[in-house]
C-alpha cells in the first residue's frame, strides 16, 4: 500500500516536473528559409512581431532550405540536430515526412483556430499535404515577358502555348532545369486535354512527346535553377520570356520597375511551409511549437501577404488580405483562370525515372 | 648613336599588321552583334583600309594621322552606342594608330640588335602581345565588376543611364546596403573573428611542423609531411564531409572553435611549404653557434632562427589568412548559421537573390586585398633597403 503510494507519489512528481520542463523554453531559435524577398516577409510579418512580444528570444537564420533535405539527412546521421524550424516546399516535406526526419503533428494542438472559429485542420483544408507539413502560402510558377521586345504588330503573350510559338515571339525563353512543370505545358500545348495530362505523361511515349515538343524551343532556351536567374536574365534583355515563382515576378515589376508583363495562364501552384525536425530536445521544441502557433494564425498569414505577393495558406486569411495586393495573387479569380496544382503523388512515383530522361535529353 | 638602321616600311604591311589587329577585336565585336566570322572579316577589312590610307597619305604627318584614327573611332563608337561608345572608341583608336605608324615607321626595329631575323622580330613582339592578352583576360573579370557595383538598379545590369554617363544611372545604395544590412555586418564581423584566429594557429603549428620535420633525425620525415599537407591535395569537399561527422560527434559543429580549428587545418600546409623552402637556405651551425654561446633553445628560436625564415612565415600566415577568409566549402559544413562568414553569405546572396550588394562587396574586397599585398610589398622594399639590398 505504501510502496503504490510512494510509486504514484512519485509518478505525479516525475509528470509535474515533465509538465515544468516543457514550459521551459530555449531562448533562441534557428530559422531555415529561403533568402531574399519571401525570408523577408516572413521576417516582417511574424518573426519581428515575436521578437517584440518575447525580446529574450533571439533568432538566427541559415537560408538553406534549397538543400534542406540532403542537410537534415546528414544532421539526423551525426546525431546533431542544429535547426529548429525548416521552410522547405511540399514536395520537400513528403520526402522528409517519409523518412522520419521531420516531426509528425497534431493540427488541431499545435496550430491555432482561424479568426471566425473554424477549426485549424478545416481552415488549412487540403493544403495539409501530410502528417508533418505545417503550410504558410500558395505560390505559383508563371511566365513573365518583356513588354518592350513584344514583336510589332502581335498581341503580347498571353497564351500558355505562345512559349512555344517562336514565329509570333522570337528570342529566347528562360525555363527552368527540371522536367516539372516543362513537360505539362509542352504536352498541353502539343494538344493534349489538361484532364489527360498526367495519364499521358505516365507512358514513355508520352514522355517522348512532351520532350520532342520541348525540342522544337531547345536551342531558343536557358536553362534557369535558382529563382533569381529568371528575374535577372528578364531585367537584362537577354531572354523575352520566362518562368519563374510570381513573387519574384511582382518584385521585379511593382518594386523595380523594370519593362515586364506577367502571364497567368496554365500557372502551377505550390505549397510551402514549415517543417519541425524529428529530435528536437524539450526546451527547444516548446520554443518552436510556441512560435509556430503564432506564425500561422490569421492575421499573421495574411500579414506576410502585405510584403509578397503570394496566398495566403489558412482560408481564413484571405479576406484580410490588402485590397491592392489581391490583384497580385496567384489565387485571384481574374489570375487564375487556366491552373494547374503541383500534382504530388504523380511526381513522387515518377520523378526519378523522368529526370533521368530529361537530363539525358539535355545532353543530347 | 644606335646601329640600328630605321627604315620606314610599305603601306601594305602596316595595313597588314593593322588588319590583323583589327580581325581580333572585330570577333568581340562580331560575337556581341551574333556573328563572330562577319566581326573578323568586317574588323580586318576596315582597319586594314584605314591604316593603308594613313600611311599612303599622312606618312610624314603623324601627330595628324593619329587624332585621325582617334576622331574617326570615337565618331563612330557615338554613333553607334552613345558617350561610353565614344569613350571606347577613342582609346581603341588612339592603339590603333600608334600601332599604325609604329608599324609603318620601322621603329619597332629599335628594341632588336640589328642582326635579328624577321622570325626573331615578330617573335619578340608576338610573345608580348600574347602576354597583354593574357593580362587583359586575367583583369577583366574583376574590372567589370567595379562599375556594376555602383548601378542604381538591383541588377547585374549595365543600364542605358550607365552607357551615357548619367549620374541618375549610379548610386552608392549597395555600399550602404552593404554597411547598415545587419546580415552583412554580421557576416563581416564572423569573417574578421575567425580568419586572423586560424591565421594565429596555423603559423603556429606550420612553422613548428616545417622546423621539426627539417631536422635530418626525424623519423618518416616525407609521410608524416605528406600527411600535413593533404587537406591541400585532397578535394576540399571530400575534407569538409569528413569533418563534419568527426565534429558533430564530439561537439565542435556549429561552434566559432570548430570553423577556427577546420579553418587552421587548411592554413597549416601554406605555411609548412613556405617555411620549409625557407629553411632550406637557413645555415645550422647558426644554431649551434647559439648554444655556444650559452642561449638555450627558445632564445635561439627566437633570435636567430626565426627572423632568418620571417619571410617565409608571414608569406605561409598571409596564405592561411586569405585562405580562412576566402573558404566556402568547409564553413558551409563545419560552421552553422551563427558563423555565417562573408563568403557564405556572398554565396547565398549569389544564389538566392542576385543583388549588387556583393559586387559591392568584391569591390571593397579587392581594394584591401591591393591595400595589403602593396603594404606587405612596401615593408619588403624597405627592409631590404635597411639590409642595405637594392630591391630586385
Known amino acids: ?364 | 648613336m644606335s646601329l640600328v638602321i630605321v627604315q620606314p616600311k610599305p603601306a601594305s604591311f602596316a595595313a597588314g599588321v593593322v588588319a590583323a589587329f583589327g580581325a581580333f577585336f572585330g570577333l568581340f565585336f562580331g560575337t556581341s552583334q551574333g556573328s563572330g566570322i562577319l566581326g573578323i572579316i568586317a574588323g580586318a577589312v576596315v582597319c586594314g583600309a584605314l591604316a593603308w590610307a594613313a600611311v599612303t597619305f599622312l606618312r610624314e604627318k603623324e601627330t595628324v594621322g593619329r587624332w585621325l584614327f582617334i576622331l574617326i573611332f570615337a565618331i563612330s563608337g557615338l554613333v553607334t552606342s552613345g558617350l561610353s561608345g565614344m569613350v571606347f572608341g577613342g582609346l581603341l583608336g588612339w592603339l590603333f594608330g600608334v600601332i599604325t605608324f609604329f608599324v609603318a615607321s620601322g621603329r619597332y626595329r629599335t628594341a632588336m640588335p640589328p642582326y635579328s631575323t624577321p622570325g626573331q622580330v615578330l617573335w619578340y613582339y608576338a610573345f608580348r602581345t600574347i602576354a597583354g592578352a593574357i593580362l587583359v583576360f586575367l583583369i577583366t573579370p574583376i574590372l567589370v565588376v567595379m562599375p556594376l557595383s555602383f548601378n542604381a538598379e538591383d541588377f547585374f545590369t549595365f543600364t542605358p543611364e550607365m552607357l551615357k554617363f548619367d549620374p541618375a544611372g549610379y548610386s552608392l545604395k549597395h555600399y550602404r546596403d552593404f554597411f547598415t544590412n545587419s546580415d552583412w555586418q554580421q557576416a563581416l564581423w564572423n569573417s574578421l573573428r575567425i580568419a586572423p584566429m586560424a591565421t594565429i594557429l596555423s603559423v603556429g603549428f606550420g612553422t613548428l611542423a616545417a622546423i621539426g620535420l627539417s631536422q635530418p633525425h626525424v623519423p618518416f620525415r616525407r609521410a608524416i609531411m605528406a600527411i600535413l599537407i593533404s587537406p591541400m591535395i585532397v578535394p576540399l569537399i571530400i575534407s569538409a564531409a569528413g569533418m563534419y561527422f568527426f565534429y558533430s560527434r564530439i561537439g565542435l559543429q556549429g561552434t566559432y572553435l570548430g570553423v577556427v580549428l577546420a579553418h587552421a587545418a587548411l592554413g597549416i600546409p601554406f605555411v609548412i611549404i613556405t617555411v620549409t623552402a625557407t629553411l632550406v637556405g637557413f645555415d645550422n651551425s647558426l644554431t649551434r653557434a647559439a648554444a655556444n654561446m650559452g642561449a638555450n633553445p627558445i632564445t635561439t628560436f627566437f633570435r636567430v632562427q626565426m627572423p632568418l625564415i620571417l619571410p617565409g612565415v608571414i608569406s605561409g600566415g598571409l596564405f592561411a589568412f586569405i585562405t580562412s577568409f576566402d573558404e566556402v566549402v568547409v564553413v558551409l559544413f563545419v560552421g552553422s548559421a551563427g558563423q555565417k562568414t562573408l563568403p557564405w553569405q556572398m554565396f547565398i546572396g549569389l544564389r538566392e537573390q542576385i543583388s549588387p550588394t556583393i559586387l559591392a562587396v568584391a569591390t571593397i574586397l579587392v581594394c584591401i586585398s591591393i591595400a595589403l599585398l602593396a603594404t606587405l610589398e612596401l615593408l619588403r622594399r624597405r627592409s631590404e633597403r635597411l639590409r642595405g639590398m637594392s630591391p630586385s
Not at chain 1, 499545435?110 to 483544408?125: I, N, P, R, V
Not at chain 1, 499535404?129 to 513584344?150: A, E, K, N
Not at chain 1, 489558412?314 to 489570375?335: C, F, G, Y
Open chain 1, 1 to 364: 500500500m505504501k510502496l503504490t503510494k510512494t510509486l504514484l507519489a512519485g509518478t505525479a512528481l516525475a509528470l509535474v516536473a515533465g509538465g515544468a520542463s516543457a514550459q521551459e523554453m530555449a531562448d533562441e531559435m534557428t530559422i531555415v528559409s529561403w533568402g531574399g524577398a519571401y525570408q523577408n516577409s516572413q521576417l516582417k510579418a511574424y518573426v519581428e512581431p515575436y521578437m517584440e512580444m518575447h525580446p529574450e528570444v533571439s533568432v538566427t537564420w541559415d537560408e538553406s532550405s534549397a538543400e534542406a533535405v540532403a542537410k537534415l539527412r546528414a544532421m539526423n546521421e551525426a546525431g546533431n540536430i542544429t535547426w529548429d524550424l525548416v521552410d522547405v516546399v511540399a514536395a520537400d516535406s513528403i520526402r522528409l515526412c517519409d523518412e522520419g526526419l521531420a516531426m509528425e503533428y497534431d493540427p488541431e494542438d499545435l496550430l491555432a483556430e482561424g479568426d471566425d472559429g473554424t477549426s485549424a485542420e478545416d481552415d488549412f483544408g487540403d493544403l495539409l499535404v501530410d502528417d508533418c507539413f505545417i503550410p504558410q502560402i500558395v505560390y505559383s510558377t508563371t511566365f513573365g515577358y518583356r513588354t518592350d521586345l513584344v514583336p510589332e504588330g502581335a498581341d503580347a503573350p498571353s497564351e500558355i502555348c505562345d512559349i512555344f510559338d517562336l514565329e509570333t515571339y522570337p528570342g529566347k525563353r528562360a525555363l527552368e532545369k527540371r522536367p516539372i512543370n516543362n513537360m505539362e505545358w509542352a504536352l498541353l500545348c502539343d494538344g493534349v486535354d489538361k484532364e489527360e495530362v498526367y495519364d499521358v505523361l505516365a507512358t514513355p511515349e508520352g514522355q517522348e512527346q512532351a520532350l520532342a515538343k520541348l525540342g522544337t524551343i531547345k536551342d531558343d532556351v536557358i536553362w534557369w535553377s535558382a529563382g533569381a536567374d529568371t528575374p535577372q536574365l528578364l531585367a537584362d534583355g537577354e531572354v523575352f520570356m520566362g518562368s519563374t515563382y510570381n513573387g519574384r515576378l511582382y518584385s521585379v515589376i511593382e518594386e523595380q520597375d523594370q519593362p515586364v508583363g506577367m502571364m497567368w495562364d496554365a500557372q502551377v501552384f505550390d505549397l510551402d511551409g514549415w517543417i519541425i525536425p524529428e529530435g528536437l530536445d524539450e526546451a527547444h521544441l516548446a520554443r518552436v511549437k510556441h512560435f509556430v502557433k503564432f506564425a500561422t494564425d490569421t492575421q499573421r498569414l495574411a500579414d506576410q501577404a502585405q510584403y509578397i505577393s503570394y496566398g495566403p495558406a489558412r482560408v481564413s486569411s484571405a479576406p484580410l488580405v490588402p485590397e491592392e495586393m489581391k490583384q497580385h495573387m496567384p489565387t485571384d479569380p481574374a489570375n487564375s483562370g487556366n491552373t494547374f496544382l503541383y500534382n504530388y503523388e504523380f511526381w513522387a512515383d515518377y520523378r526519378d525515372d523522368i529526370d533521368a530522361k530529361f537530363q539525358a535529353w539535355l545532353a543530347q
